[in-house]
């Protein structure tokens, strides 16, 4: 069993910055895909960013050049730097994991969820 929590969300101007965090907790003595998911109100949830346990990433073309996702092993904790941020980013942000070796790239690959953190772009 795996427990994520995020933190890191907040408004900001077009252009701005935020970094998100996501912390694990549990069972993190296995090989897991990670990944950043944003939602809008009545809007299905898509893929922002992914990284597998031996490091590969997978970003959403939309993001692409403005936002890293990264990982602490040592402090079991997920990051995705917000860059150039705009106010499509505005969004619910959710870290996911998954105990595998593959790279994830759908919600539903993904087992284990946070409760999300708001991210609000004005212009």
């Known amino acids: 069993q795996v427990r994520l929590v995020e933190s890191g969300g907040g408004s900001a101007q077009a252009g701005g910055s935020l970094r998100l965090s996501c912390a694990v907790s549990?069972?993190?003595?296995?090989?897991?895909?990670m990944g950043w998911f944003r939602q809008a109100p009545g809007k299905e949830r898509e893929g922002v960013a992914s990284i597998a346990n031996d490091g590969r990433m997978l970003y959403h073309n939309s993001v692409k050049g403005r936002f890293t996702i990264s990982k602490d092993n040592a402090k079991n904790t997920l990051y995705l730097q917000m860059n150039s941020l705009r106010p499509e980013d505005t969004d619910m942000y959710y870290c996911a994991a998954d105990a595998t070796r593959l790279l994830l790239i759908r919600p539903s690959d993904y087992k284990y969820w946070g409760k999300g953190t708001q991210v609000t772009v004005s212009s």
């Open positions: 549990g069972d993190t003595t296995r090989s897991y895909c």
